[in-house]
């Protein structure tokens, strides 16, 4: 479980992440007042002064989740180029060992992400969200955020209907935390939650508790995968 604790990396993450309001993405509709995705309507992109004036920003439509991160979980998780790993020859190591070697080989074609990609990376930010408001109950809150971290790691082990892995890399990493703790309040918060966390042991729950703290979302969509 300590996997998902990096103690003051975050302190670092302060950059502003901003993004158009005009997205290339063929499945995203805009006009001056909001911006439909397959049929979800989400938030104008907020004022970014007003946005980051505060701890939690402006959740305009009062899901849990700052509005332009929602914006960005959204297009991020719109297409995607599929690629696997086959077989490339041997290759022999240093010591002399020989070992099979691979490539990975990519997709023509961009496909779209499975709706229940967007909505576990919704159910880590709104747990982001409430980590740092209370950042000194950071082993209160911790399962919170916990159980969004462990949901993605089940379906990152899910394949769509195509057998395709449902994406390429962690959700909850680098790029979540710089749109997610962008401001230095947020980055302090952050890195004071995972200070509180230092020390301590965590257990790793069972497969069917890991799937139980999906959130109900995450658990409609998944009916679509069996």
């Known amino acids: 479980m300590q996997t998902f604790i990096n103690i003051l990396s975050s302190l670092l993450l302060l950059s502003v992440v901003s993004f158009s309001q005009t997205p290339t993405k063929k499945s995203i509709e805009t006009n001056t007042t909001k911006w439909v995705v397959d049929g979800h309507v989400l938030p104008p992109e907020p004022d970014p002064v007003l946005n980051n004036a505060t701890l939690l920003g402006i959740d305009v439509n009062n899901n849990g989740v700052r509005d332009d991160v929602e914006r960005w979980i959204y ?3 719109d297409e995607y180029v599929p690629c696997h790993q086959e077989p490339d020859g041997e290759e022999t190591l240093p010591s002399g060992q020989v070992v099979q070697s691979a490539k990975e080989v ?28 209370e950042p000194e ?11 969004a971290y462990l949901c ?43 200070f509180n966390l230092s020390g301590g042991v965590y257990d790793l729950p069972t497969d069917d508790a890991i799937l139980q703290g999906c959130s109900q979302d995450v658990h409609i969509l998944l009916e679509d995968l069996k």
């Open 75 to 77: 297009e991020t998780y």
């Open 106 to 133: 990519c997709e023509e074609t961009p496909v779209p992400y499975h709706p229940v990609v967007r909505a576990v990376a919704m159910q880590g930010a709104r747990a982001a969200q409430i980590i740092i408001q």
């Open 137 to 147: 109950k950071a082993r209160e809150t911790r399962e919170i955020f916990a159980k």
């Open 152 to 194: 993605s790691m089940v379906v990152d082990d899910m394949k769509d209907a195509n057998g395709r892995k449902m994406y390429k890399e962690y959700m909850f990493g680098d790029k979540f935390k710089k749109i997610q703790f962008n401001t230095i309040q947020r980055a302090r918060a952050f890195g004071e939650y995972n």
